[in-house]
């Protein structure tokens, strides 16, 4: 058995997962900008960014109602969102190569389609039990 001596995780644990790996990779990506003016400020800008989406899910996943698991899930994609500009700004300066990001950014890009997708599941189900 493939999952022998794995306790049975949570919905979404996965996804946490994944996105506590991409917060990682963040912080080696950023330790890896230039200590040059825009190096740094994009550094801080990206660091929190890109470690945000993490807890906000786990905070979702943990929420009291249907409206603040909703919430708590659009922060974690906002801050995805921002966090595909930063990598994008660090290309187009060509602080870092393309190539090194290519990786994170294509991770973020996936992670962005799965909470956009898990929200517009969410609102409808909200949607759909506010009117029964």
């Not at 996105?19 to 740094?40: E, Q, Y």
């Not at 801080?44 to 470690?51: A, F």
């Not at 393309?98 to 799965?114: A, F, G, H, T």
Request: charged fraction near 35%; include cysteine.
């Amino acid at each position: 058995m493939q999952n022998e001596g794995r306790r049975l995780e949570r919905k979404g644990a996965d996804i946490e997962e994944r996105l506590l790996d991409f917060a990682v990779r963040v912080g080696k990506a950023v330790d890896a900008l230039p200590s040059t003016r825009l190096g740094r400020h994009i550094a801080r800008q990206l660091v929190r960014s890109g470690t945000s989406p993490a807890p906000n899910y786990a905070e979702a996943c943990a929420a009291e109602s249907k409206k603040d698991f909703i919430h708590k899930l659009a922060i974690a994609l906002k801050e995805l969102r921002e966090s595909s500009v930063w990598i994008r700004m660090i290309v187009k300066s060509e602080l870092i190569p393309e190539q090194r990001l290519e990786l994170l950014r294509d991770e973020c890009d996936q992670l962005c389609k799965i909470i956009a997708k898990s929200l517009v599941t969410a609102r409808g189900n909200r949607t759909r039990n506010d009117t029964t």
